[in-house]
């Protein structure tokens, strides 16, 4: 049987004594900058507008087209598409209860009815992920309509939960 020579036990030993300290430290650190880490209220709104005026740039860009305004440009529709795909996913995590004393547009409603405010939410998400879809399959007449659903879904939400101007 093969003896383990005392000082590799004390290493042993002392190296266990540092994990447990080390572990806690570590843990503590992260909670730490997890705390500090916390957004602003203001900049939260900052970053809800600032996607909210993005959403608006890309989606009112293709209304024109869907109205016959102006020509059908299918690379501007794909590339406005995808640009909107992302967009509409970035403002709701701003539309946190702490951002509700803050300036803005934003109703009390959204706060009052989270439920409401919530289907609104899943309503524009569902015609984006239809939209998306339609884009991918290159139909003009379809994607037009899909743009002017888009409009509608966004529309509606503003329709009950933004100050009118």
Same mark, same amino acid.
């Given at each position: ?20 300290? !080390?572990?806690? #430290?570590?843990?503590?650190?992260? $909670?730490? /900058?997890?705390?500090? &880490? *916390?957004? =602003? ?9 600032? !996607?909210?005026? #993005?959403?608006?740039?890309?989606? $009112?860009? /293709?209304?024109?087209? &869907? *109205?016959? =305004? ?96």
């Amino acid at each position: 049987m093969r003896r383990v020579p005392p000082n590799c036990l004390s290493v042993k030993r002392m190296i266990n004594k540092l994990i447990a300290p !080390a572990l806690v #430290l570590l843990l503590g650190a992260t $909670y730490t /900058l997890c705390a500090f &880490a *916390q957004v =602003k209220p203001e900049i939260l709104v900052e970053q809800r507008q600032g !996607a909210m005026r #993005l959403q608006g740039k890309y989606l $009112y860009s /293709l209304l024109p087209m &869907a *109205q016959g =305004k102006t020509p059908y440009d299918a690379g501007v529709v794909a590339r406005n598409a995808g640009y909107l795909d992302v967009l509409t996913w970035m403002a709701w995590d701003g539309f946190d209860p702490v951002t509700q004393g803050e300036k803005s547009r934003a109703l009390p409603e959204i706060y009052k009815d989270p439920a409401g405010f919530k289907a609104a939410e899943d309503k524009l998400h569902t015609e984006m992920v239809k939209f998306v879809a339609t884009v991918k399959a290159g139909n003009e007449a379809n994607i037009k309509t899909g743009i002017v659903d888009l409009n509608k879904a966004c529309n509606s939400c503003h329709e009950n939960f933004r100050q009118k101007r």
